[in-house]
């Protein structure tokens, strides 16, 4: 992150990451050190580290014996963000807050969305080149592009005069038009090109997802082959429920368990389900 | 308590009653959308809720707090409020 973000390194720095390398038995890893002491970094240079970074983070999953791994997005800028950049219709409106003091830069749709170009592609083609546990990509998901982003498709403002549940029903039915776009128009066509990529296990991830009845969640995750659900605040004035689904590009999806390993369990965390077995990986 | 905060993007103003001997400071303001009011709209509005509910002092304010909105955005708005404050008290003082 220092390298990345052009502050000066120190010896203690290039220890670091001399000891992960060595810990993690990263190939090569020489190699980082000697691109580390080589700053300022060019922008060849400065996507080099962001592909070891990836490297670091897959090996790390690796060597604690995780199945299915994934490199922490370490090649994106944040996963609002970078769906969006690679999203035609919207517009950047500037910084805004997120939750206490932390911000990010939203847009608005303003036009016909579509997708720019596939924005998981270069990452997974790296990863699947160093990769050798299996590897899940996790994409940002329609509800939470759309929450997060202002629709500025219908410019009038809402007639306070008019009764409150009738403008509910129009802010309801613009968000389902919204979240609708979002899935058919730029999260479907870049998730095809994923799996033509050869992509098995995909997670759409859905932070801006607000809570409601644990019915709901059961509902939305119980038509895939494994799913995680985990809680935490993520948002000012609730806590946000942060329902993670995950599927698996197979239909014999109960041997999912990896082939290099004997165990049909094998990673940090599993449970059994009645009638099928849900696996959970990071 | 002098006066009551409502959300009114959220609260339909024919629940707020009316005859009321408290202030209203009345959120018209809306801080999670990045369409702006219209201050011709926010007079209507203001008119209304003084005819109607009849506080004993309306305040008009947003509906929470701006930060959620971009900078410039969340000056404009505040311009506009500012602008429709102006016509209010014009209306009053006639």
């Excluded at chain 1, 979240?179 to 095809?192: F, G, H, S």
Aim: hydrophobic residues 35%; glycine residues 6%.
């Amino acid at each position: 992150m220092k390298a990345y973000a052009g502050k000066p390194l120190d010896d203690k720095d290039l220890e670091e990451a001399r000891t992960w390398g060595e810990r993690l038995q990263v190939p090569e890893y020489e190699r980082l050190l000697d691109l580390l002491r080589h700053a300022p970094f060019s922008k060849e240079q400065k996507a080099e580290l962001q592909r070891w970074s990836s490297l670091y983070a897959v090996r790390l999953e690796e060597s604690a014996g995780l199945d299915v791994v994934y490199d922490g997005e370490q090649q994106r800028t944040e996963m609002y963000d970078w769906a969006v950049s690679h999203a035609n219709g919207f517009e950047r409106r500037g910084s805004v807050r997120a939750f206490d003091n932390k911000y990010y830069s939203k847009a608005a749709v303003v036009g016909p969305i579509s997708l720019g170009s596939p924005f998981h592609n270069a990452e997974f083609s790296y990863l699947t080149s160093v990769a050798e546990a299996e590897l899940k990509i996790p994409v940002t998901g329609a509800y939470t592009i759309a929450d997060w982003s202002f629709d500025e498709r219908n410019r009038t403002p809402e007639n306070l005069l008019q009764p409150a549940a009738e403008r509910s029903r129009e802010r309801k039915a613009a968000r389902r038009d919204f979240v609708l776009e979002v899935a058919r128009n730029l999260i479907r066509p870049n998730l095809e090109a994923l799996i033509t990529l050869g992509a098995r296990w995909i997670q759409v991830d859905e932070p801006g997802r607000q809570p409601r009845r644990t019915s709901s969640i059961s509902s939305s995750t119980a038509s895939t082959p494994a799913s995680r659900a985990s809680t935490r605040c993520s948002r000012p004035t609730c806590a946000s429920l942060i329902t993670t689904c995950s599927f698996r590009r197979s239909s014999a999806w109960s041997t999912a368990s990896s082939s290099r390993s004997a165990s049909p369990i094998t990673t940090a965390a599993s449970w059994e389900h009645p009638t099928r077995r849900v696996r959970a990986t990071r | 308590m002098d006066a009551i905060g409502v959300d009114l993007v959220q609260t339909d103003v024919k629940a707020l009653g009316s005859g009321w001997n408290k202030g209203l400071v009345a959120g018209v303001i809306n801080g999670r959308s990045s369409i702006l009011e219209s201050p011709k709209d926010l007079v209507d509005v203001a008119r209304h809720l003084a005819d109607t509910v009849a506080p004993r002092n309306l305040y008009l304010s947003s509906n929470c707090e701006l930060g959620y909105l971009p900078t410039v955005v969340a000056e404009q708005k505040v311009q506009r409020l500012g602008e429709a404050a102006r016509k209010v008290k014009e209306l009053v003082s006639v």
